[in-house]
């Protein structure tokens, strides 16, 4: 099982509506939880970070972690166009001598006006 | 700009020539990190600094591959020998003023490395 697994997509979605973004992970230890968007030819860029089981909102973001479940995903309500990226869910990993984050493949989001 | 920047952006080289890129992070950041991303795939792990002190070296990366920071500032990457399956964008990304390395890391735009 790989550490971090994501739907590679596409995921498409109309303008306004809810994007729901899901994330696996296998370190049943990891405390800090990541979500980086990132546009096509760029580098990623941080959307959220959450640490405690719940949601936690940010504008039109919701980041939902269950550590029960290993799960974390993201929604973003109100799609907009602009929103059409990547979306990297990215977990600590602490299986090593020093924690470092492992990044998932990425989900491709595509918002259709 | 007081961001992480990277140079060069882009680099073409032929296979077996030596490549070496630089990263120059966000002053007050003592972490650094190097990944390698390949189209579809998220950012891969290649090394991490906290000041000067190469703490972890992925197990992905070769003998042909070396890492410096020097003065707990800016980066070197180092492939010798490049070979195609090389090509990648290089990123890098500085964290943290405190403890922890899971703070939040700032990416740089990176450098995309053809090997012909």
Avoid at chain 1, 16 to 26: D, E, K, R
Avoid at chain 1, 85 to 98: G, N, P, Q
Avoid at chain 2, 7 to 34: A, M
């Amino acid at each position: 099982q790989k550490e971090v697994e994501q739907n590679s997509g596409p995921l498409s979605v109309p303008e306004g509506a809810i994007a729901s973004l899901n994330c696996t992970y296998s370190d049943r230890v990891s405390q800090s939880f990541f979500w980086y968007r990132q546009y096509s030819g760029k580098s990623p860029e941080l959307i959220m970070s959450i640490y405690s089981n719940g949601d936690k909102e940010d504008g039109r973001f919701t980041a939902q972690l269950n550590k029960a479940s290993q799960y974390v995903s993201l929604l973003i309500r109100d799609s907009q166009p602009s929103d059409s990226a990547t979306y990297l869910c990215a977990v600590d990993y602490m299986k090593t001598s020093y924690d470092k984050v492992i990044f998932g493949p990425g989900t491709s989001l595509s918002v259709i006006p | 700009d007081t961001g992480v920047s990277q140079d060069p952006r882009h680099k073409i080289t032929k296979r077996g020539q030596n490549v070496t890129f630089r990263c120059d992070p966000i002053s007050e950041h003592n972490r650094l990190y190097w990944y390698r991303q390949t189209l579809g795939q998220g950012p891969e792990f290649l090394t991490y600094f906290q000041n000067e002190a190469q703490l972890e070296k992925s197990r992905l990366l070769s003998d042909r591959f070396s890492a410096e920071r020097p003065k707990g500032s800016f980066s070197t990457l180092e492939i010798q020998r490049t070979e195609q399956g090389d090509s990648a964008m290089y990123l890098c990304a500085s964290s943290g003023i405190g403890w922890s390395s899971t703070d939040t890391q700032y990416f740089g735009p990176g450098t995309r490395l053809t090997v012909l």
